[in-house]
Nanobody
Framework: HVQLVESGGGLVQPGVSLRLSCVAS????????MSWVRQAPGKEVEWVAG???????????SYADSVKGRFTISRDSAKDTLYLQMNSLKTDDTAVYFC???????????RGQGTQVTVS
C-alpha cells in the first residue's frame, strides 16, 4: 500500500519561504523519480518540479518556468522523504501541492493527499 504524506503548507504573505515535505512508504523510494505537482482553484493540475532517482552524483532536477530560480526540489533517500523549498512566494503560487511519483508529468501513478499553500 503506497502512501505519500505531504506536510508543511500554510498561509503566508508574499515574499516569504516555506518548505514542504513528503514522506513515502510502501514503495522503494530510492528507485522512483519524484515530482511535486499543484492544483490551484478552478485550474488543472500543473507540474512544478521533478527529481530523478539516480545516485546523487547523476541526479537531475527540473522545474517549471513559473518557479525556476525560486523553488528547489530535493530528496533524502535515507529518510524516504521528498522536499520542496519554496522561496519568494507569490500569490500565484496558491494551490494544493501534491507529492507524486514520476519525473516531469502530471499523469502520476501515485500521488499524495496534498497540502494547502495559500499566499495572501
Amino acid at each position: 500500500h503506497v502512501q505519500l504524506v505531504e506536510s508543511g503548507g500554510g498561509l503566508v504573505q508574499p515574499g516569504v519561504s516555506l518548505r514542504l515535505s513528503c514522506v513515502a512508504s510502501g514503495i522503494t523510494f530510492s528507485w522512483h523519480d519524484m515530482s511535486w505537482v499543484r492544483q490551484a482553484p478552478g485550474k488543472e493540475v500543473e507540474w512544478v518540479a521533478g527529481i530523478t532517482s539516480l545516485p546523487s552524483l547523476f541526479r537531475t532536477a527540473s522545474y517549471a518556468d513559473s518557479v525556476k530560480g525560486r523553488f528547489t526540489i530535493s530528496r533524502d533517500s535515507a529518510k524516504d522523504t521528498l522536499y520542496l523549498q519554496m522561496n519568494s512566494l507569490k500569490t500565484d503560487d496558491t494551490a494544493v501541492y501534491f507529492c507524486a511519483t514520476g519525473f516531469r508529468t502530471t499523469h502520476n501513478t501515485n500521488r499524495g493527499q496534498g497540502t494547502q499553500v495559500t499566499v495572501s
